[in-house]
């Protein structure tokens, strides 16, 4: 049995956990915070059997989309002025873990 924790963003997380869903996953959904722009996403746990693994990823990439956002950088000028540059980074897409599951249990 193994365990994938997804990380996707708010954006997709209700496509992603609605079809994997109905393609029968169990699929339990945390509201997490990114560490780059400390912005809102979900972690998804899929608990499933090692030869679905590939289904779940495929069916989470499928859903997953990146997109580009422009975030403010800082620049310095001369005489120790600061301002904020915006800058364009890839934000989206889905960071996916896989771990075997020595024991599971439903109590």
């Given at each position: 049995?193994k ?17 994997l ?16 722009l ?70």
């Amino acid at each position: 049995m193994k365990l994938i924790l997804a990380i996707v963003s708010n954006d997709d997380s209700a496509g992603v956990s609605s079809a994997l869903t109905k393609q029968r996953f169990s699929v339990t959904r945390l509201a997490t915070t990114g560490g780059f722009l400390m912005s809102g996403n979900t972690t998804l746990l899929v608990g499933t059997e090692d030869e679905k693994v590939d289904t779940a990823i495929s069916i989470i990439s499928e859903n997953s989309r990146k997109r580009t956002k422009m975030v403010p950088s800082t620049a310095s000028f001369s005489a120790g002025m600061y301002a904020g540059m915006p800058v364009e980074v890839a934000v989206g897409g889905a960071t996916i873990f896989v771990m075997n599951v020595e024991r599971f249990e439903k109590v």
